[in-house]
C-alpha cells in the first residue's frame, strides 16, 4: 500500500513558477513509476509528465515540454514536478500517480495503481 500527497499548489500570475511535490507513504517510490496528471472543470483527466521507477526515462505531454520538469528523490520518498513559464491554460487540479515497476503505458491513467487527492494550481493572466 502507498499513499500519496501532493502539495505547492497555489495561485501565480502567468509567467511565473511553482514546484509540485508528491510524497509517499508506507513504502518507498524506488520501485515505482511516478506520474502527473492535471484536470479541470469540465474537462478530461490529462496527462502532463511521468518518470520511470528507475529515473532513466521521462515522459511530457506536449503541452508541457521545455517548461515543465519532473524529477525525483527516492531518498525523501518525493517526486517533484517543476513548472516555469505558467500560463493559464495550465490552471487545474494537479494528481499524483505510482505505479509498480514500469509500463509502456504511463500516459495513460488506467495503469496507475495509487493516486493523490489533489492539490490546485491557479495562473492569473
Known amino acids: 500500500q502507498v499513499q500519496l500527497v501532493e502539495s505547492g499548489g497555489g495561485l501565480v500570475q502567468a509567467g511565473g513558477s511553482l514546484r509540485l511535490s508528491c510524497a509517499a507513504s508506507g513504502r518507498t517510490f524506488g520501485s515505482y513509476a511516478v506520474g502527473w496528471f492535471r484536470q479541470a472543470p469540465g474537462k478530461e483527466r490529462e496527462f502532463v509528465a511521468a518518470?520511470?521507477?528507475?529515473?532513466?526515462?521521462?515522459y511530457y505531454a506536449e503541452s508541457v515540454k521545455g517548461r515543465f520538469t519532473i524529477s525525483r528523490d527516492n531518498a525523501k520518498n518525493t517526486v517533484y514536478l517543476q513548472m516555469n513559464s505558467l500560463k493559464p491554460e495550465d490552471t487545474a487540479v494537479y494528481y499524483c500517480?505510482?505505479?509498480?515497476?514500469?509500463?509502456?503505458?504511463?500516459?495513460?491513467?488506467?495503469?496507475?495503481?495509487?493516486w493523490g487527492q489533489g492539490t490546485q494550481v491557479t495562473v492569473s493572466s
Open positions: 500517480a505510482a505505479r509498480k515497476y514500469g509500463s509502456s503505458r504511463l500516459l495513460e491513467r488506467e495503469v496507475y495503481d495509487y
Open positions: 518518470i520511470s521507477y528507475s529515473g532513466i526515462s521521462v
